[in-house]
């Protein structure tokens, strides 16, 4: 039974290396999403490289009353971790059920650019967006976003460009130029909507991970709106999906 638990931490310990590696290596990101994920996947590697000696340790522990309580409270921390992970990714996928009718705002929420133009992320945020733009000829768009300390330009002028450049007319697109994070994407492109007396239901255009979060908000903003889920690539969402579920808890406690 052991040789067989130490088999299962390792493989688990090498897939989910490999899952959080994969964006480093071939997309260049690092951030505290992947970061997470390399730390918990190596500590499973190294339990199922060192099963046995760690066995022992768990035992010599409960020896102890001392360690009983620590081991206690460890397990504890791990159940809850494990809880909330579950709870937010239901909550995360949950979100994007509520689909547009088509007659919504667009609403595209702002995401890094580089100078070759939108990062891959992006890009798929505006191809969810420029199927919906194709499907419903009378739409309007918001793309959002300011010019980060790290981006040569303000995103929203490099999705606007991305989208004219595969047809979509520049009339049909408003630029929110000016916006840091997610709060400031949807509230000062009400104020663009509020402006040129474009219909108040709007519908939120972002990658899959982010628009429970982004729903959140809008809630928050009394913001009338709906779903288009952009689908992540596969080599990047360990990062994306890992970050997400410190921004919801931070979202639950504290900006709530």
Same mark, same amino acid.
């Given at each position: 039974m052991g =040789?067989?638990?130490?088999?299962? %931490?390792? +493989? &688990?310990?090498?897939l989910g290396l490999i899952w959080c590696l994969i964006p480093r290596i071939v997309y260049g990101v690092l951030n505290i999403g992947n970061i997470t994920g390399i730390i918990v996947f190596l500590a499973f590697l190294a339990i199922g490289i060192f099963y046995k000696r760690f066995k022992a340790f768990i035992k010599r522990t409960r020896?102890?009353?001392?360690?009983?309580?620590?081991?206690?409270?460890?397990?504890?921390? =791990?159940?809850?971790?494990?809880? %909330?992970? +579950? &709870?937010?990714?239901i909550c995360?996928?949950?979100?994007?059920?509520?689909?547009p009718d088509g007659t919504e705002t667009v609403v595209v929420l702002g995401s890094y650019v580089n100078?070759?133009?939108?990062?891959?992320?992006?890009?798929?945020?505006?191809?969810?967006?420029?199927?919906?733009?194709?499907?419903?000829?009378?739409a309007v768009c918001i793309v959002t976003g300011g010019q980060g300390d790290n981006e040569p330009w303000p995103e929203a002028?490099?999705?606007?460009?991305?989208?004219?450049?595969?047809?979509i007319?520049?009339?049909?697109?408003?630029?929110?130029?000016?916006?840091?994070?997610?709060?400031?994407n949807l509230k000062f492109a009400e104020n663009i909507i509020e402006e040129h007396s474009l219909n108040k239901k709007i519908v939120i255009?972002?990658?899959?991970?982010?628009?429970?979060?982004?729903?959140?908000?809008?809630?928050?903003?009394?913001?009338d709106h709906t779903y288009i889920s952009a689908h992540s690539p596969w080599g990047m969402f360990s990062s994306f999906y890992i970050r997400e579920l410190y921004a919801i808890l931070a979202d639950w406690f504290v900006y709530s």
């Open positions: =040789v067989y638990m130490a088999l299962l %931490f390792i +493989i &688990i310990g090498i020896d102890r009353k001392a360690g009983r309580i620590f081991l206690g409270a460890a397990e504890l921390l =791990v159940a809850v971790i494990a809880v %909330f992970t +579950i &709870i937010e990714t995360m996928f949950g979100a994007s059920r509520k689909g100078r070759a133009g939108p990062s891959i992320m992006t890009a798929t945020r505006l191809n969810a967006a420029y199927d919906y733009l194709t499907a419903h000829p009378d002028d490099a999705m606007c460009d991305y989208l004219v450049e595969r047809g007319s520049a009339d049909r697109i408003y630029k929110e130029r000016e916006s840091k994070n997610t709060r400031e255009v972002s990658n899959e991970f982010h628009l429970y979060r982004a729903g959140r908000i809008a809630d928050r903003l009394d913001i």
